[in-house]
C-alpha cells in the first residue's frame, strides 16, 4: 500500500515525527512574514514556548487565540486582572502567570512602538538588512544578529525575548531560511524571499473614485462628482446648483426666498405631515434617509437611502404642517 504522498519529501529532520509538525513545516515554518500583527503573535507564542517543545504550542495556539482575543495587540493591550485571571483559569493555554503579563506588556510595547511611527516589520527586517538570511551551514542557536534583535526588544519593554528565542522567531518568521539543502521547502523558501524583497508589500490605496469623492467635498462642480448627493435622488450626486448652505457659502433658499448669509443646518429632522411616509405624525426613525425639495408643490419629500439624513436648506418652521 503506498503511502501519502507528501511521506516521500524530504524535509528537515526535526518534521519527521509528527503529523502536526510536519504540515507545520511544510505550510508555514520559514515563509517570510512582513506584517507587523503576525510577527507579535508569532514573537508572543514563541516566548510561551520557552522551556516547553514547539508541538504543545502548536497543539494549543488556537486557544491562545481564543484567549488573547485574536492576538489583536489593541485588545490584549486593555487586559486587566480579571482577564490574567480568566487567562490563568483557561486550561487550553501554558497556564504562566509571568508569560501572559509579557504578552499584555508586549502588546503595549507594540502599539507604543506604532504611535511613536515605528513599523514593528520594518523594525524587525532592518536587522537583515531587508531579506532573508540563507543559510548553508550548520544551524546555531543564537547569531550575532538574534542577539542584537534581542537587545533592542528589550529597551522597548518586550520580555522573553532572548537571543535563543529570538533566533527560532526569525526561522519561524523567514527572516533566516534554515531549511536543510536537501528539504524540498529550501528553494521555494529562497525565491520567496527573493520575491519579498523585490517587491516589498504597498499600503491599501484609496480607490481613485473615493478619492475623488473625497477631495470634491466643499467644491461641486470641481472633478467628475462631488460627495455630495443631488436633490431629489437618494442616491444620486450633487452637480450644477447643489444647495450651497451645507457649504456654508451664501445660498437662495428652495423656495424662491433669499439669503446672503449662511445658516447654520439645523440637525434635528423636521417633522413630517404626510401619514403615508410617517405614520406616527412624530419625529423621523433613523432610517437613513435623504431629502428633496419640491420648488413647485413646496413640499418636503422624504426619502429612504443608504446614506444617512442630510438636508439641503431651510423652509421655514420645522413645525409647520405642509400640504
Not at 515605528?118 to 544578529?145: E, H, L, M, Y
Not at 527573493?194 to 491599501?204: F, M, N, V
Not at 424662491?256 to 423621523?284: H, K, M, T, V, Y
Request: hydrophobic residues 35%; glycine residues 10%.
Amino acid at each position: 500500500m503506498k503511502g501519502h504522498p507528501s511521506a516521500a519529501l524530504r524535509r528537515c529532520s526535526w518534521a519527521e515525527g509528527d503529523p502536526l509538525l510536519r504540515a507545520y513545516h511544510d505550510e508555514e515554518w520559514g515563509v517570510p512574514e512582513h506584517d507587523g500583527r503576525r510577527l507579535w503573535e508569532k514573537l508572543m507564542l514563541d516566548g510561551f514556548q520557552a522551556g516547553l517543545s514547539w508541538t504543545t504550542i502548536l497543539r494549543k495556539r488556537e486557544a491562545f487565540r481564543r484567549a488573547f482575543r485574536g492576538f489583536r495587540p489593541e485588545r490584549v493591550a486593555r487586559f486587566r486582572p480579571a482577564d490574567v485571571r480568566r487567562c490563568l483559569n483557561d486550561p487550553g493555554i501554558v497556564r504562566s502567570r509571568a508569560k501572559i503579563e509579557a504578552t499584555i506588556r508586549g502588546a503595549r510595547s507594540f502599539l507604543a512602538m506604532r504611535a511613536a511611527g515605528d513599523d514593528f516589520s520594518k523594525f524587525v527586517w532592518g536587522f537583515v538588512d531587508g531579506k532573508p538570511i540563507q543559510n548553508a551551514g550548520p544551524v546555531p542557536a543564537r547569531t550575532a544578529r538574534s542577539e542584537a534583535l534581542s537587545k533592542e526588544l528589550k529597551k522597548r519593554g518586550f520580555s522573553f525575548v532572548g537571543p535563543v528565542i529570538v533566533y527560532a522567531w526569525m526561522q519561524a518568521s523567514g527572516l533566516v531560511n534554515d531549511h536543510a539543502p536537501e528539504c524540498f521547502r529550501r528553494l521555494p523558501v529562497e525565491r520567496l524571499g527573493r520575491l519579498g524583497s523585490a517587491a516589498p508589500p504597498r499600503e491599501r490605496r484609496t480607490t481613485s473614485r473615493r478619492r475623488s469623492a473625497r477631495e470634491a467635498v466643499g467644491r461641486p462642480g470641481q472633478g467628475r462628482k462631488s460627495a455630495l448627493p443631488r436633490a431629489g435622488s437618494p442616491r444620486g450626486f450633487a452637480r450644477k446648483g447643489a444647495p450651497a448652505q451645507i457649504l456654508g457659502k451664501p445660498h437662495r433658499n428652495p423656495l424662491g426666498s433669499s439669503s446672503d448669509e449662511a445658516r447654520p443646518i439645523d440637525p434635528s429632522p423636521p417633522r413630517c405631515a404626510s401619514s403615508r411616509l410617517n405614520r406616527s405624525q412624530g419625529w423621523l426613525t433613523p432610517c437613513e434617509a435623504v431629502c428633496s425639495f419640491s420648488r413647485s408643490r413646496q413640499t418636503l419629500s422624504w426619502f429612504r437611502g443608504r446614506s444617512h439624513i442630510r438636508r439641503y436648506g431651510s423652509i421655514g418652521s420645522t413645525s409647520e404642517r405642509l400640504a
